[in-house]
């Protein structure tokens, strides 16, 4: 099969939309009531820190994601810095959390359309039970997304960017709405479960905000995909995560102020409407704008699942390039200039993760989303240090200002989302990565060679199998642990402040790890472009 070559179609625009349009999806329709009941009246405050974390995140990607435009960046670039062991777990990590994702905004459709679609779901006593049609239809949805991207990144592109466009009013339009009905003395009632700091700290990841916020690494993911990606990509960034930030701030204002107070009057745990703002609204007698949100509930989580499908495809297909799975999963379709057989596996995927979830509502889904993507992140501040001490002469068209102060706030920003996830989340994704060494080793012990390079990059990676274990150990010991279970034995804030500067110590430890000639593959080897002269333009690659 002859290898296809990615096309540079998308601009600043595409590349911006494409981030807002993967952030402004299910998040919008849920978290602003899971972080009410969670943090009460302050959850506006945990969406600045979510927002303020993933920008640290973002920027940090964007001066190697310009320097080095890769499809799937995000699994390239550890596999660059730290050798295969990092770039194994990392893309490991990236397909447990990125293949679910389209899985879970079709679940949020369905969850929507069960409100007037009868036979999606049938409830029992607490318990939510997906039917078959209602699996039917998440499959029937994800097939749909799978096709969009099947056609062309062309045709991919510029429906992403009418979806989102019109993805924005609904939002705006809601919280002109609910402006008319806010009672400032909400705010007075403070009561949650279990409220407070730990609470907004729990909603970070169990209320699905900084979940609401990871789509801003489409622009990384599609940079090889991008007409100007030294300068669009960091901007593109830049521009999705504000946007989002302050549709999703005023959307939980006008969220905690609209809410009747006879709901509110024993605690935020009182409110548990089914579809959160349609619900609301119809409550505030306000039908004829719930109608508007039910039929936005299938357009927003819709288009955040088709870009998410799309992203994943370019992440498995980074993953197999890198030598750690199948090579048919790494080839580009020479006609369409995409990578086929990735959709194929992603549309597999996405259909695997949402059917045993059948029994599980909306945030409990979103928390191992969150931890898993974020535990992918977590590389790229120490990456992108690396890359300034072991490869000053690489061209960087964009340079992150005060590198030094952002790079280690961001990890320790990231590793507190994973902890804050607790326990029963962490265990599972740590668990799993880690055992899934034994198909590194089968994939990398192939010859002499292969395993010659395995023995030089352990040392390149043992700190981060020690950092899970860390985070593991520090979940079962903190505040965010099973209690039904476990004790607590490390009291909060003193968790979170141990794991903070537990963080640092791995930070440094991982950039002194690096790879002392990072193994940057040329452009056209990884990804085939179709500009040719890109790569020496790009001041050349770096090869170990």
């Known amino acids: 099969m002859e290898q296809g070559k990615f096309r540079r179609k998308l601009s600043l625009l595409d590349l911006t939309l494409l981030g807002v349009g993967s952030m402004v999806g299910s998040g919008w329709l849920f978290a602003s009531q899971t972080a009410a009941t969670m943090a009460g009246s302050i959850a506006w405050i945990p969406w600045l820190f979510g927002a303020f974390a993933v920008m640290l995140i973002g920027l940090v990607y964007g001066e190697m994601a310009a320097a080095i435009p890769r499809a799937g960046g995000f699994v390239r670039y550890p596999d660059y810095t730290h050798g295969s062991l990092v770039g194994y777990l990392i893309g490991f990590a990236s397909m447990m959390a990125y293949s679910s994702v389209a899985g879970v905004e079709a679940e949020a459709v369905r969850s929507y359309a069960s409100s007037y679609i009868p036979g999606l779901e049938i409830i029992k006593g607490t318990a939510t039970n997906v039917t078959f049609v209602g699996d039917l239809f998440q499959i029937a949805l994800l097939v749909l997304f799978f096709l969009i991207n099947y056609w062309s990144v062309r045709v991919f592109g510029k429906i992403n960017t009418i979806v989102t466009a019109l993805k924005f009013i609904v939002p705006l339009l809601t919280i002109l709405v609910l402006l008319f009905h806010f009672h400032p003395s909400n705010f007075a009632v403070t009561t949650a479960s279990p409220g407070g700091i730990h609470g907004a700290m729990q909603a970070l990841t169990t209320g699905g905000l900084v979940f609401s916020f990871l789509g801003f690494r489409q622009a990384v993911d599609f940079g090889a995909e991008a007409r100007n990606p030294q300068r669009d990509i960091p901007r593109a960034i830049v521009f999705a995560v504000l946007l989002s930030t302050l549709i999703y701030v005023m959307l939980q204002l006008v969220f905690i102020g609209a809410v009747p107070h006879n709901l509110i009057a024993n605690g935020w745990q009182g409110v548990t409407f089914k579809s959160p703002f349609a619900n609301l609204l119809e409550t505030l007698g306000l039908g004829w704008m719930a109608v508007i949100i039910f039929a936005d509930a299938i357009l927003s989580p819709s288009g955040t699942g088709n870009i998410y499908l799309a992203g994943t495809a370019r992440t498995l297909f980074a993953w197999a390039r890198n030598g750690y799975f199948y090579s048919v999963i790494g080839k580009i379709d020479k006609r369409t200039g995409l990578p086929r057989g990735a959709l194929w596996l992603t549309l597999i995927l996405s259909i695997v993760w949402t059917l045993p979830f059948r029994f599980s509502m909306w945030s409990g889904l979103v928390n191992a989303v969150t931890s898993a993507t974020v535990m992918t992140y977590m590389i790229g501040p120490v990456g992108v240090a690396a890359l300034r001490r ?33 326990w029963q989340t962490d265990s599972l994704l ?67 402040i141990i794991v903070g500067v537990g963080a640092l110590v791995f930070y440094y430890w991982g950039v002194a790890s690096a790879l002392r000639v990072p193994r940057i593959v040329d452009e056209a080897e990884a990804e085939e472009v179709s500009d040719a002269g890109y790569a020496a333009s790009n001041g050349g690659s770096i090869q170990a």
């Open 430 to 496: 740590i668990g799993f990565t880690l055992a899934s060494l034994i198909l590194y080793f089968a994939f990398m012990d192939k010859d002499a060679a292969s395993r010659q390079r395995m023995k030089n990059e352990w040392k390149s990676g043992i700190w981060l199998i020690v950092y899970y274990l860390f985070v593991g150990v520090m979940s079962v010991l903190g505040s965010f642990t099973n209690t039904a279970v476990y004790h607590i034995v490390i009291a909060n804030p003193w968790d979170t």
């Open 390 to 422: 072991y490869a000053p002469e690489l061209h960087r068209p964009y340079k992150l200002k005060g590198l030094h102060i952002l790079a280690p706030a961001a990890f320790v920003c990231a590793t507190w989302i994973i902890y804050w996830a607790g």
